[in-house]
């Protein structure tokens, strides 16, 4: 079990290698992070942007798993990156899939991830480009107020 100590650590890690994402690289994205417990294959924390980009709080999401937030078709790839993050050396490895928001719709997120063996626990940040996010909002706003 993931104790207090360490979850804060993890939470800390979670800060840094978020400014140090930031820093490395110029972009117009969202950010969303989290950290699952490699024992469990649950969340244990999530922050950032989270609840902007996908309606849900963190308190939402903690103790729900990757089955919770990933559409079927795009479960299994996102399971098989996992497993290969969790054996990669504490490498930072990255992919992509689709990510399941409140209101029902997908958005495509691209992850960057880092088994943590000291906490027992998986770190994933995901990058989700604002523009995208932007046309989807102005594609509402016509439907709903006729907006061109």
Request: include cysteine; proline fraction near 1%; charge should be positive.
């Amino acid at each position: 079990m993931t104790t207090t100590l360490q979850l804060t650590i993890a939470k800390l890690e979670l800060k840094q290698l978020e400014m140090v994402d930031r820093l490395s690289e110029k972009h117009n994205d969202y950010v969303i992070r989290f950290i699952e417990s490699s024992i469990t294959d649950k969340f244990v924390a999530a922050n950032g942007d989270w609840e902007l980009v996908t309606g849900f709080s963190e308190q939402h999401c903690i103790g729900l798993g990757w089955e919770n937030i990933i559409p079927k078709y795009d479960l299994n790839k996102v399971l098989n990156n996992v497993d290969r993050i969790k054996k990669n050396d504490n490498k930072f490895d990255s992919f992509t899939s689709e990510l399941i928001k409140k209101d029902g719709k997908n958005l495509k997120v691209t992850w960057k991830g880092k088994y943590f063996p000291e906490i027992n626990g998986l770190v994933f940040i995901g990058r989700v480009n604002r523009s995208w996010l932007i046309e989807i909002f102005w594609v509402y706003l016509n439907k709903k107020y006729g907006y061109a």
